[in-house]
């Protein structure tokens, strides 16, 4: 099985900065890579599919890179509503998602 | 509007069984493989299971296999898991979700706790 490995477990940043989530695979995974966030008690989001793909409303502010198995997801400056929990998840060989970052304000 | 409505949920006893049902509306449900995933409470999200658009192929975690069941009706627009021999450990909300780009639609979730 695939595992899939974010870092860092929590990550404190202020409104406006820059913030870049780690994820590995324990094994390639090509490109099959989506990230999601989560807002507390609501529904995962997809915001990127295949590494560096926006989903459709999603702002450009978030963006993905990578290939094989590391991959970042970076949001370019924080907004209040950017605080969240993100996973990474791979696609490539069943569907493996990280543990989850949590962004919190600092 | 895609929309994802799961219901189902409940409390159950170990080793009791359930029926979750996910009810598909705002796109052509026949023409997109569906998902299934679940969080427990406080924790991340785990993929459970999958079924191929015609409903002919499905795929599970190894942590459900031989115990849930995916199945979808496309007449009716409506995907089902049928669960069986539940642990306290399939404690969680269960999301059924579409696979467009990726897990691009999800449905709110429903919470089932298998306790005594």
């Known amino acids: 099985d695939i595992q899939m490995t974010q870092s860092p477990f929590t990550l404190s940043a202020s409104v406006g900065d820059r913030v870049t989530i780690t994820c590995r695979a324990s094994q390639t995974v090509g490109d099959w890579l989506a990230w999601y966030q989560q807002r507390p008690g609501k529904v995962p989001k997809l915001l990127i599919y295949k590494t560096s793909n926006l989903q459709i409303g999603v702002p450009a502010r978030f963006s993905g890179s990578g290939y094989g198995t590391e991959f970042t997801l970076t949001i370019s400056s924080l907004q209040p509503d950017d605080f969240a929990t993100y996973y990474c998840?791979?696609?490539?060989?069943?569907?493996?998602f990280g543990q989850g970052t949590k962004l919190e304000i600092k | 509007e895609v929309q994802l409505v799961e219901s189902g949920g409940g409390v159950v006893q170990p080793g009791g069984s359930l029926r979750l049902s996910c009810a598909a509306s705002g796109f052509t449900f026949s023409n997109y493989w569906m998902h299934w995933v679940r969080q427990a409470p406080g924790e991340g999200l785990v993929w459970v299971s999958r079924i191929s658009s015609d409903g002919t192929n499905t795929m599970y975690a190894d942590s459900v296999k031989g115990r849930f069941t995916m199945s979808r009706d496309n007449a009716k627009n409506t995907l089902y898991l049928q669960m069986n021999s539940l642990r306290v450990e399939d404690t969680a909300v269960y999301y059924c979700a579409r696979y467009g780009s990726a897990f691009d639609y999800w449905g709110l979730g429903t919470l089932i706790t298998v306790s005594s």
């Open positions: 998840q791979q696609y490539n060989e069943y569907y493996t």
